[in-house]
C-alpha cells in the first residue's frame, strides 16, 4: 500500500491550498480516509476523516467550515480543501487510510509521507 500526498507550500494568510493524497495497492473505496498534521514541537493532531462511500465525513474543531475533505474512489484519491488558511495551519499534513473512520492516527494503519504547508502572517 502506497499513499502519495501532494500539494503543500507557502501561502499568505487568507488563501487557500487543495491537498491531494493518492493511494494504490489497496482497495480504495472499502478504506475510511483521514488528514493528520503535525506542527513543529507538537504532537500528531486530527484534521478531517471521511468514509469509504464519502457520505460521511468529520472534522476537527479547529477546521470547521474552513476544510473540505472529499474523495475520488475511482481516482483512489482524496482530497483536503483548504481555505482561510491561517499561520497556526502551518504543519506537515499527512494522509491516511485504515479500515473504519475513526478520529485516531492509531486506527490508521498506511500513511503518506506528509506534505509541508506553511502560512505567513
Known amino acids: 500500500v502506497q499513499l502519495q500526498a501532494s500539494g503543500g507550500g507557502l501561502v499568505q494568510t487568507g488563501d487557500s491550498l487543495r491537498l491531494s493524497c493518492a493511494a494504490s495497492g489497496l482497495t480504495f473505496g472499502t478504506y475510511a480516509l483521514g488528514w493528520f498534521r503535525q506542527a513543529p514541537g507538537k504532537e500528531r493532531e486530527f484534521v478531517a476523516r471521511i468514509s469509504g462511500s464519502g457520505i460521511s465525513t468529520n472534522y476537527a474543531d479547529s477546521v470547521k467550515g474552513r476544510f473540505t475533505i472529499s474523495r475520488e474512489n475511482a481516482k483512489n484519491t482524496v482530497y483536503l480543501q483548504m481555505d482561510s488558511l491561517k499561520p497556526e495551519d502551518t504543519a506537515v499534513y499527512y494522509c491516511?487510510?485504515?479500515?473504519?473512520?475513526?478520529?485516531?492516527?492509531?486506527?490508521?494503519?498506511?500513511w503518506g509521507q506528509g506534505t509541508q504547508v506553511t502560512v505567513s502572517s
Open positions: 491516511a487510510a485504515g479500515p473504519f473512520v475513526s478520529v485516531s492516527g492509531s486506527d490508521y494503519p498506511y
